[in-house]
């Protein structure tokens, strides 16, 4: 026996796919991420940020290394959560939560040396800060070679070179330049 009921009248039903948090988080936080494919919520965005994927979707997820982080601090992508090392990666949305999470660590720049050539000396006189007078973009230190008090033999086209020791040697490396 077959019951018809006008209640139901025009209305159809589909079954609905749960949809999947997924959590993007970074160490440190505050660090920037995209993702791409339909399905993935994509676009730009900056951890931690929760997004809603259609479960099974294949989702891009990319971060971009080197970074600025908190405070202008430069970063390197290290790995994610399951070990890869690679800045870019494609995963199953999955139909529950998950999160994935990028390690960043701290990425040393070199600093800018600008060091102009010197004017010629006089013959006789010793090097001075008038000629070894290199600048940096950063605060550090200078070594010189030769070193200040140095009389040069007679010659021109002679080149003195500097290196440059940063004072911080987490996030930059020591520079060198020569005139």
Same mark, same amino acid.
């Given at each position: 026996m077959l019951f018809r009921s006008s209640n139901f009248k025009g209305v159809s039903f589909a079954p609905t796919i749960p949809a999947g948090d997924v959590e993007v988080t970074s160490s440190p936080s505050g660090l920037s991420f995209t993702t791409m494919n339909s399905g993935c919520a994509p676009g730009s965005y900056t951890t931690p940020f929760t997004l809603t994927w259609t479960p099974g979707n294949n989702c891009v997820l990319s971060v971009p290394t080197p970074q600025s982080g908190p405070a202008g601090v430069p970063y390197a992508f290290a790995q994610w959560?399951?070990?890869? =090392? #690679?800045?870019?990666r494609t995963v199953t949305a999955p139909a529950t939560t998950a999160t994935y999470n990028a390690s960043? #660590?701290? &990425?040393q720049t070199t600093p800018t040396i600008t060091w102009n050539a010197p004017a010629p000396i006089t013959l006789g006189s010793a090097l001075s800060g008038v000629q070894l007078d290199a600048t940096a973009s950063v605060p550090g230190s200078f070594a010189y070679a030769p070193a200040v008090g140095t009389v040069l033999p007679v010659g021109s086209n002679q080149t003195l070179s500097v290196t440059f020791t940063p004072s911080d =040697?987490?996030?930059? =490396? #020591? &520079? =060198?330049a020569t005139t």
């Open positions: 959560e399951d070990g890869s =090392t #690679t800045p870019t960043f #660590t701290p &990425a =040697t987490v996030h930059y =490396t #020591t &520079a =060198t």
